[in-house]
T-cell receptor
Framework: GEDVEQSLFLSVREGDSSVINCTYT??????LYWYKQEPGAGLQLLTY?????DMKQDQRLTVLLNKKDKHLSLRIADTQTGDSAIYFC???????????FGAGTRLFVKA | EADIYQTPRYLVIGTGKKITLECSQT?????MYWYQQDPGMELHLIHY???????EKGDLSSESTVSRIRTEHFPLTLESARPSHTSQYLC???????????FGQGTRLTVV
């Protein structure tokens, strides 16, 4: 079946890099996503990567995909206190009707 | 900014009551979804819709029902609320791009 797993908590110091990891089980996944949820708000798409890509960089965000190990990571460079939030990993197949989410990783950024 | 809205934001209701959680989007998206999120747990898909008059059950069994009479609205109904229904319910929609899903702010439901 489809499953997405990620660790629940990560704590970093302001200015350090954060790396949030995710594993998924469905090898036919086409799109892999990172969503951010701030307190009291809905989920907001941060970035996504197609399964035929290994890496995607967008300003402070770097997504790495290891399709063989079904492992996805999100690196946030120069982490700021405003990056404190819950980060959800998600995957969907082509057509994208169903998106399967992990439990979310709560990122704490210490000043 | 995403134009998808959920009401109410918070609801505390007694056991046995019938409730409807509203979700509306103004983006003309065909695909809409309801997810249930317990604290520290995955978002579980409970219902989705491909378009008007189309509804499907998701991966997590739910006692709720949905309807899709209009593109903009995807309400979720619980005929008889129970404490086990206490959770956060997130509505989302997706357009033709099939990439980004836009989420509402969620409804936090507490059944006492």
């Amino acid at each position: 079946g489809e499953d997405v797993e990620q660790s629940l908590f990560l704590s970093v110091r302001e200015g350090d890099s954060s790396v949030i990891n995710c594993t998924y089980t469905d090898s036919s996944s086409t799109y892999l996503y990172w969503y951010k949820q701030e307190p009291g708000a809905g989920l907001q798409l941060l970035t996504y990567i197609f399964s035929n890509m290994d890496m995607k960089q967008d300003q402070r965000l770097t997504v790495l995909l290891n399709k063989k190990d079904k492992h996805l990571s999100l690196r946030i460079a120069d982490t700021q206190t405003g990056d404190s939030a819950i980060y959800f990993c998600a995957e969907s197949k082509g057509g994208g009707f169903k998106t399967i989410f992990g439990a979310g990783t709560r990122l704490f950024v210490k000043a | 900014e995403a134009d998808i809205y959920q009401t109410p934001r918070y609801l505390v209701i007694g056991t046995g009551k019938k409730i409807t959680l509203e979700c509306s989007q103004t983006m003309g998206h065909d695909k809409m979804y309801w997810y249930q999120q317990d604290p520290g747990m995955e978002l579980h898909l409970i219902h989705y819709s491909y378009g008007v008059n189309s509804t499907e059950k998701g991966d997590l069994s739910s006692e709720s029902t949905v309807s899709r009479i209009r593109t903009e609205h995807f309400p979720l109904t619980l005929e008889s609320a129970r404490p086990s229904h206490t959770s956060q319910y997130l509505c989302a929609s997706k357009g033709a791009s099939n990439t980004e899903a836009f989420f509402g702010q969620g409804t936090r439901l507490t059944v006492v």
